[in-house]
């Protein structure tokens, strides 16, 4: 069974602050893909990345970075010099290939004071 | 390009009542989803569908829950009779089909449903 755990339920830090949201996930297939998405409160996700079970190299865009280690199962998410534009429920994800169904975690919510 | 519609942004209904909401996914995307909210939680799929065929409707409570997507664009969810442990967000999503690039899903704002 697949499973994505975000330990994390609420973190609160100040803007310009540097914050780490964690995931970790269950499968056993060998080939999945972990997918991170925001849901501001308008309410609709927004995709924010999505890395393949066979690339493991760290991806950075903007202020926001991921950190993937299969050997931990972890797929972090951290954000830098936060805003409070950032403000908002962070979901990550995970699905097999060939099927696009979806299993999130039950997300983190990141809040943001000036 | 224009997102995923869903209407209606809200609805409140009592419990035994029936419901419906509609979405209307990106243009070309043969692959839709429905997903369910609950306050606090992560999405969970309902059904999904490859044009008007369901592909994965493991989760849906078939008992009272029903989905169609009779022309492969648009779709409707029915709930029928509600419960109040319905009480959800009700998200819409579509995708390039299955067999490309795991591609990510675009979701809609959603449907709120209060069950009174």
């Known amino acids: 069974a697949q499973k994505v755990t975000q330990a994390q339920t609420e973190i609160s830090v100040v803007e310009k602050e540097d914050v780490t949201l964690d995931c970790v996930y269950e499968?056993?297939?060998?080939?999945?893909?972990l997918f991170w998405y925001k849901q501001p409160p308008s309410g609709e996700l927004v995709f924010l990345i999505r890395r393949n079970s066979f690339d493991e190299q760290n991806e950075i865009s903007g202020r926001y970075s991921w950190n993937f280690q299969k050997s931990t199962s972890s797929f972090n998410f951290t954000i830098t010099a936060s805003q409070v534009v950032d403000s908002a429920v962070y979901f990550c994800?995970?699905?097999?290939?060939?099927?696009?169904?979806?299993?999130f975690g039950t997300g983190t919510r990141l809040l943001v004071s000036p | 390009e224009a997102g995923v519609a869903q209407s209606p942004r809200y609805k409140i209904i009592e419990k035994r009542q029936s419901v419906a909401f509609w979405c209307n996914p990106i243009s070309g995307h043969a692959t839709l989803y429905w997903y369910q909210q609950i306050l606090g939680q992560g999405p969970k799929l309902l059904i999904q569908f490859q044009n008007n065929g369901v592909v994965d409707d493991s989760q849906l409570p078939k008992d009272r829950f029903s989905a169609e997507r009779l022309k492969g664009v648009d779709s409707t969810l029915k709930i029928q009779p509600a419960k109040l442990e319905d009480s959800a967000v009700y998200l819409c999503?579509?995708?390039?089909?299955?067999?490309?690039?795991?591609?990510?899903?675009?979701f809609g704002q959603g449907t709120r449903l209060t069950v009174v």
């Open positions: 999503a579509s995708s390039l089909p299955l067999g490309r690039l795991n591609t990510e899903a675009f």
């Open positions: 994800a995970l699905s097999m290939t060939g099927f696009q169904k979806l299993v």
């Open positions: 499968t056993r297939d060998t080939t999945y893909y």
